[in-house]
C-alpha cells in the first residue's frame, strides 16, 4: 500500500511539472496561434536564473523567503525574456506559421548554447530548502516534501489562468482577440499588448517549472528544458492543444503512468508507456480528450 501511495504522489508531483510546462504551450498555441519551440529555454533560464539568484543575491540563498526570493528573480527573467521575444521576433510573424517555427526552433538552440556556454555543460546541484527536503507520512508512505511543492503551485497555476480568461478585461480581450482579431481592433482595442502578457505568462509558467523542476530532479542542466518540452507537447496534444484543463488531466496521465510503468515493469518503460498513450489518444481522439465528438 505504501508503495502505491508514493508512486501516486510521485507521479502527481512529476504531472505538475509537466503542466507547469505544458500550460504555457497550451495558453500561447491555444490563444496565439504560435507552437513556441523555444518554451523549453524559458525553463532552462528560470532553472538558471533561480540558481544563480540564490548564489549571489543577498539573503536569497537561505531556506524558506529566501528560496522564494530566488524562484521570484527566476521567474520574472524567464517572464521579460519571453516579453522580448515576443515584441522583437514573433509579434512581426503572426500568421506565417513555418517562420515561427523557424525562429522558435532557432532560438531554443542559441539560448541553451548561451546557457552552454556561460555556465558549461555539467549538470550543478540546485539549493533547495530543508523543508523540500524532508518527507511527510502518507498512508505510510515516506513521500518528499517536494511533491506537494509542485502539485499546490501546478493547482494554483491552474485556477489562476482559468480565473484570469474568465473574469478579468484582459482575459476577455484576449478571448474576442483569438476570435475576430480585427473586429476587436476596429474597436480601438490594443490586442497586441494582450498578447504580449500572454506569450509573458507563458514564459513565467516555464521559469517557474524550471526552478520547481530543480527542486524535484535535485539538479539543473542546460539541455533539461528540452527534455521536459518533449512530455509537454505530448501532454498538450493529448489534452487537446488549446485546452488549459485538458492539459491538466492529461499531464497526471502521463505522469501516473510513467512512473507506474517504470516501477513495475522496468527504467525506461514508463518513457515508451507515455508514447503508447499518445498514440491510442491520436487514433481514437485526434482532437485530444478535451474534443468534441462529433
Known amino acids: 500500500m505504501s508503495t502505491v501511495v508514493l508512486l501516486t504522489v510521485t507521479g502527481l508531483g512529476l504531472a505538475a511539472l509537466y503542466f507547469l510546462v505544458a500550460s504555457g504551450l497550451s495558453l500561447i498555441f491555444g490563444l496565439m496561434g504560435v507552437l513556441n519551440f523555444a518554451h523549453g529555454a524559458f525553463l532552462t533560464i528560470g532553472a538558471y536564473g533561480t540558481w544563480w539568484a540564490s548564489e549571489n543575491l543577498p539573503g536569497a540563498g537561505s531556506g524558506g523567503w529566501g528560496f522564494a526570493l530566488a524562484v521570484a528573480f527566476g521567474v520574472a527573467v524567464g517572464t521579460v525574456v ?37 555556465w558549461g555543460a555539467d549538470p550543478r546541484p540546485f539549493p533547495a530548502p530543508a523543508w523540500a527536503e524532508d518527507t511527510t507520512s502518507v498512508l505510510g508512505a515516506s513521500v518528499p516534501n517536494d511533491r506537494f511543492l509542485l502539485i499546490g503551485s501546478a493547482v494554483v497555476v491552474l485556477l489562476a489562468v482559468l480565473a484570469f480568461l474568465r473574469y478579468t478585461r484582459f ?51 542546460p539541455g533539461q528544458g528540452t527534455s521536459l518540452l518533449i512530455f509537454a507537447f505530448i501532454v498538450v496534444v493529448i489534452g487537446g492543444m488549446s485546452s488549459i484543463t485538458g492539459a491538466a488531466v492529461a499531464a497526471v496521465l502521463v505522469g501516473l503512468v510513467q512512473q507506474f510503468a517504470n516501477y513495475y515493469a522496468a527504467s525506461g518503460v514508463g518513457d515508451l508507456s507515455v508514447v503508447l498513450l499518445l498514440a491510442v ?14
Do not use: K, W
Open 82 to 118: 519571453a516579453a522580448l521575444i515576443e515584441l522583437l521576433l514573433i509579434r512581426p510573424l503572426y500568421e506565417r506559421h513555418i517562420e515561427q517555427v523557424l525562429v522558435t526552433v532557432g532560438l531554443s538552440l542559441a539560448l541553451v548554447a548561451l546557457v552552454r556556454a556561460i
Open 171 to 221: 482575459g476577455l480581450v484576449i478571448r474576442a482577440g483569438v476570435e475576430n482579431r480585427s473586429m476587436v481592433t476596429a474597436l480601438g482595442i490594443d490586442v497586441r499588448r494582450a498578447f504580449t502578457l500572454v506569450f509573458a505568462l507563458g514564459g513565467a509558467f516555464a521559469a517557474l517549472a524550471g526552478a520547481l523542476g530543480g527542486v524535484y530532479l535535485g539538479s539543473i542542466s
Open 281 to 294: 489518444v491520436l487514433l481514437t481522439r485526434p482532437g485530444g480528450l478535451t474534443a468534441r465528438v462529433a
